[in-house]
């Protein structure tokens, strides 16, 4: 089955300063990869997602990265806000599998002031 | 608003005792699942459902049951079988399409410890 593995498990940043986390997935199938947020003691928000057919997305200051060929995804987020403090969690998913997200162990992201 | 309710947010179960957790949406969504999430660890995927009258189990199934009766309603019971179901549980739904992954939206989850 897929795995996807997650680093760093936290990382701190200055407010204004840029954070990157990055997720890699042994499933060469998978097409589908989306990044969400999660709030303590929230479910997780969907931030920003990309299919294999693209190589980058930007949304805002969110933008996510895909290289197929070595298996790896990243999330960038610009000019980092105290209000990006939550964990981001990476997922990865394949065609004609009910959708179903194999996910990593998450990344504490703390913006500090 | 649309979204997904879960209920409650706490639940405390007693050893031996079986606990139903509730998951409502109102996205109209055909396919739900949930999750369960420990302390520094991912989302692993419980039991899912594409359609009503029908579900599958994902990869951590065993003390888990689930019914889906209804396109909006997926509970989740958790049975005596289940040996340290201790963790926060989160649901979710997506639309469901054959050809391609449709993003998944998530409640607010519920809190389950053991008394």
């Known amino acids: 089955g897929e795995n996807v593995e997650q680093h760093p498990s936290t990382l701190s940043v200055q407010e204004g300063d840029s954070a990157v986390i990055k997720c890699t997935y042994s499933?060469?199938?998978?097409?589908?990869f989306p990044w969400y947020k999660q709030e303590l003691g929230k479910g997780p928000q969907l931030i920003i997602d990309?299919?294999?057919?693209?190589g980058e997305k930007k949304d805002q200051r969110i933008a996510v990265t895909l290289n197929k060929t070595a298996k790896h995804f990243s999330l960038h987020i610009t000019e980092t806000q105290p209000e990006d403090s939550a964990v981001y969690f990476c997922?990865?998913?394949?065609?004609?599998?009910?959708?179903?997200?194999?996910f990593g162990t998450g990344t504490r992201l703390q913006v500090t002031l | 608003d649309g979204g997904i309710t879960q209920s409650p947010k706490y639940l405390f179960r007693k050893e031996g005792q079986n606990v139903t957790l509730s998951c409502e949406q109102n996205?109209?969504?055909?396919?739900m699942y949930w999750y369960r999430q420990d302390p520094g660890q991912g989302l692993r995927l419980i039991y899912y459902?594409?359609?009503?009258?029908?579900?599958q189990k994902g990869d951590i199934a065993e003390g888990y049951s689930v019914s889906r009766e209804k396109k909006e309603s997926f509970p989740l019971t958790v049975t005596s079988a289940q040996k340290n179901p201790t963790a926060f549980y989160l649901c979710?739904?997506?639309?469901?399409?054959?050809?391609?992954?449709?993003?998944?939206?998530f409640g607010d989850g519920t809190r389950l410890s053991i008394l």
């Open positions: 979710a739904s997506s639309r469901r399409t054959v050809e391609s992954n449709q993003p998944q939206h």
């Open positions: 499933d060469s199938a998978s097409n589908y």
């Open positions: 990309i299919r294999s057919n693209v």
């Open positions: 997922a990865a998913s394949r065609s004609g599998t009910a959708s179903k997200l194999t």
């Open positions: 996205l109209n969504h055909d396919a």
């Open positions: 459902s594409q359609i009503v009258n029908d579900f």
